[in-house]
């Protein structure tokens, strides 16, 4: 990225442009986390899918599933599927027959983030044929 580039992405970041925000962070990964974590809850505050998941995955690790479910909820709406399995993940321990059916619809799509919850969720449960076929399915 040339310095003219840089200095229009940083407008646009000054002018709230979420996705602008986002590969702000993205840039700053690597050499600035504080930086990297402040940009990318800005721009997930503001809407942009790819920022909300990967705030949510933050927050997950940080056990804050409530604001994760959140972030997630972003995600799933702009059309991100494995956000949709990530938020039904969590929905497992508040109605799990509901989530499961939603996790078992996103892995019959495709969505390989969905048959991994549901192979780790039926190996937790005992259930080694039902994980070996979930996790089938991610390969």
């Not at 599933?65 to 709406?77: L, Q, R």
């Not at 048959?115 to 969720?121: E, K, M, N, P, R």
Request: hydrophobic share 45%.
């Amino acid at each position: 990225m040339t310095q003219q580039e840089f200095d229009a992405l940083k407008q646009r970041v000054a002018a709230n442009d979420p996705n602008a925000m986002f590969a702000y962070a993205e840039l700053m990964r690597a050499t600035d986390s504080a930086e990297y974590e402040k940009y990318l809850t800005l721009a997930a505050q503001l809407g942009q899918p790819q920022a909300a998941e990967r705030v949510g995955d933050m927050l997950i690790e940080r056990g804050d599933y409530e604001n994760a479910a959140h972030n997630f909820k972003t995600g799933a709406k702009a059309g991100l599927m494995d956000c949709a399995a990530k938020l039904a993940a969590i929905k497992l321990s508040v109605n799990e027959p509901v989530a499961l059916r939603e996790l078992e619809e996103l892995a019959e799509s495709g969505v390989q983030s969905a048959c991994i919850a549901l192979a780790s969720y039926h190996k937790s449960k005992g259930n080694r044929k039902e994980a070996a076929f979930w996790r089938s399915l991610v390969n």
